[in-house]
C-alpha cells in the first residue's frame, strides 16, 4: 500500500476532478494521502475533501502566498480543527526565499512560521514545513520553537549532511519527483543514507510529476514512480519500501488506517 503525503487535491487544477482522481488512485494502491492548505481557499477546500474516505488533510500558510492571502480570516479556520479529526496537521508553512530578497518581508515570512508551530503545538498536531533557500533559517526556527507533536520536511531538496539534525528534532524527510530525475544528485543521496524510519513519500501534486512524466501534471498515482526509485536506490523489494514509509506516514499524522 502507498500513502501520499502530500498531494494538492485543492489546487485549481485537481480540485474540479478531485473525486476522480482519488478514485484513480485507490486503483492504483494509492489507500491513504494528506491534502494541505497553503492559503484562505486552499484551507477552505480541506474540509470538503477529507469527507472521503481515508483522505486527510492540513491547514496552513504557505510563505509565497502570504502577500495574497487575507491572514486573519485563514488564521480563523485554525478555530475550526478541534471540529474535524481528519485534520492531521498545520500545514503547509515555512520559509522559501527563493523569489523574496526583500529582508523585511523575509521576517514577515519568519513570524508567520513561528506562529503557525506555536498553533500546532497548541493543537498538539504535527507541522508541514515548505522550504525553498531558506533551509538554515529553518532549521534555525524548528529549533527555537521545536514542533511537539513533530512534522516532516515536505519535498526535502537540502544535503545529506542536514538530515540529521532535522531528525533530531522529531521531523521526517519526505521526497518526491524530484528524487527520480536523473541528474538529481542530492535527493538520490538523501534516498541512500537516511534512517529509512524518517522517510516519507509524497507527489506534491499537480506539481513536480516524476520521471518520465516531467513536465506533465502530476496526480498521487504516481507516487508509486518514486517509491519505485527509492527502492531501487537502497536495493530493497518496493513491499519493503511500502510498508515502512506507510508505517512512518500513519504514525507521524496519527491516523488509524481503516481498510
Not at 484562505?40 to 502566498?65: F, H, M, T, W
Not at 478555530?79 to 496537521?89: P, Y
Not at 545529506?160 to 527520480?180: A, N
Amino acid at each position: 500500500m502507498l500513502f501520499d503525503t502530500h498531494c494538492h487535491l485543492n489546487s485549481d487544477e485537481l480540485y474540479p476532478k478531485y473525486k476522480e482522481i482519488i478514485k484513480e488512485a485507490k486503483r492504483n494502491n494509492v489507500e491513504v494521502i494528506i491534502v494541505p492548505g497553503y492559503d484562505l481557499l486552499s484551507s477552505q477546500r480541506v474540509s470538503e475533501i477529507v469527507k472521503e474516505k481515508n483522505i486527510y488533510g492540513a491547514i496552513g500558510l504557505q510563505p509565497e502566498e502570504i502577500d495574497k492571502t487575507d491572514v486573519n480570516s485563514l488564521f480563523d479556520l485554525f478555530n475550526t480543527i478541534k471540529s474535524n479529526n481528519k485534520i492531521v496537521a498545520i500545514g503547509e508553512i515555512g520559509l522559501d526565499y527563493y523569489w523574496e530578497k526583500d529582508e523585511s518581508k523575509k521576517q514577515i515570512q519568519r513570524e508567520i512560521f513561528i506562529k503557525q508551530i506555536k498553533i500546532a503545538n497548541e493543537l498538539k498536531l504535527p507541522i508541514i514545513v515548505h522550504s525553498r533557500d531558506a533551509l538554515q533559517d529553518t532549521l534555525d526556527i524548528l529549533r527555537a520553537h521545536r514542533p511537539i507533536m513533530g512534522g516532516v520536511m515536505h519535498c526535502y531538496s537540502g544535503p545529506k549532511e542536514m538530515v540529521p539534525e532535522f531528525i533530531k528534532l522529531g521531523m521526517y524527510i519526505s521526497l518526491g519527483g524530484p528524487v527520480t530525475f536523473k541528474n538529481a544528485r542530492v535527493p538520490k543521496e538523501v534516498a541512500t543514507s537516511i534512517d529509512i524510519n524518517y522517510l516519507l513519500i509524497e507527489t506534491d501534486s499537480p506539481y513536480l510529476a516524476p520521471h518520465p512524466l516531467r513536465g506533465t501534471e502530476n496526480n498521487p498515482s504516481n507516487v508509486r514512480l518514486v517509491a519505485e526509485e527509492i527502492a531501487n536506490l537502497r536495493n530493497m523489494k518496493l513491499e519493503d519500501l511500502e510498508a515502512v514509509t506507510f508505517k512512518n506516514a500513519t504514525k507521524l499524522f496519527g491516523i488509524n488506517y481503516e481498510n
